[in-house]
């Protein structure tokens, strides 16, 4: 089972900025909170990762609460293009498997 | 190419018959899995490899899938006898040696068992 849970659909408007949620109370202190996204029809693709502390990219910013008991993934000025499901994981790094639950179906709207 | 390439995009086969998938992932990438996707669901881990080790096959379904890795390179998912519960998107993804598990994806190949 995964070890997360994200809501299952958000809505967010062109421009703004898109804020995911993500709740894993139970990861582990060696664990890393990964960030994926799977647009239509194609592979996911890699967007994020953090241990504890915050994280910021090109493609955007990822959040850590202190306890790490949950986080949230931050598209600062999202595009149509950022409709997709968003998956967020928790895995110690070099560990072999991924857990893969559900995501979050983002709906960008003109 | 510079991303992860499978092939065929897309394969139709009748009950019974078994298909080969082929991933080939990024030049120097050591660290190779396949997954499976169900139309609406997550990810499915299948197997993993890791070098010269052993595989991870704790995520095949049946002894109907079996997968190799040649050199290093090139990988080979096979499925004998499909039923049509295989049918679903099979995802091959690379990752580089190290500490990480950011792992970079092909488009997947569509599986329809008639």
């Known amino acids: 089972d995964a070890k997360t849970t994200q809501p299952t659909s958000m809505d967010c408007a062109e421009g703004r900025a898109a804020n995911l949620p993500c709740n894993h109370s139970?990861?582990?202190?060696?664990?890393?909170v990964y960030w994926y996204r799977q647009i239509h029809s194609q592979g996911p693709q890699y967007i994020i990762h953090?241990?504890?502390?915050?994280e910021t990219n090109e493609m955007a910013s990822l959040i850590i609460t202190e306890d790490r008991k949950s986080s949230t993934l931050i598209l600062p000025h999202a595009t149509l293009r950022d409709t997709a499901v968003y998956y967020c994981?928790?895995?110690?790094?070099?560990?072999?498997?991924?857990?893969w639950g559900l995501g979050t179906s983002l709906a960008v709207n003109p | 190419g510079a991303g992860v390439s499978q092939s065929p995009s897309n394969k139709v086969t009748e009950k019974g018959k078994d298909v080969e998938l082929r991933c080939d992932p990024i030049?120097?990438?050591?660290?190779l899995y396949w997954y499976r996707q169900s139309l609406g669901q997550g990810l499915e881990f299948l197997i993993y490899?890791?070098?010269?080790?052993?595989?991870?096959k704790s995520g095949l379904p049946s002894d109907r899938f079996s997968a190799e890795r040649t050199g290093g390179s090139v990988s080979t998912l096979t499925i004998q006898r499909t039923q049509q519960e295989d049918s679903a998107v099979y995802l091959c993804?690379?990752?580089?040696?190290?500490?990480?598990?950011?792992?970079?994806f092909g488009p997947g190949t569509r599986l329809t068992v008639l």
């Open positions: 953090g241990l504890k502390n915050n």
């Open positions: 993804a690379g990752r580089r040696g190290g500490e990480h598990n950011e792992q970079f």
């Open positions: 030049s120097g990438h050591t660290a």
């Open positions: 490899f890791q070098g010269n080790s052993a595989p991870d």
């Open positions: 139970t990861i582990s202190g060696n664990e890393y």
């Open positions: 994981i928790v895995n110690a790094g070099n560990n072999r498997k991924l857990i």
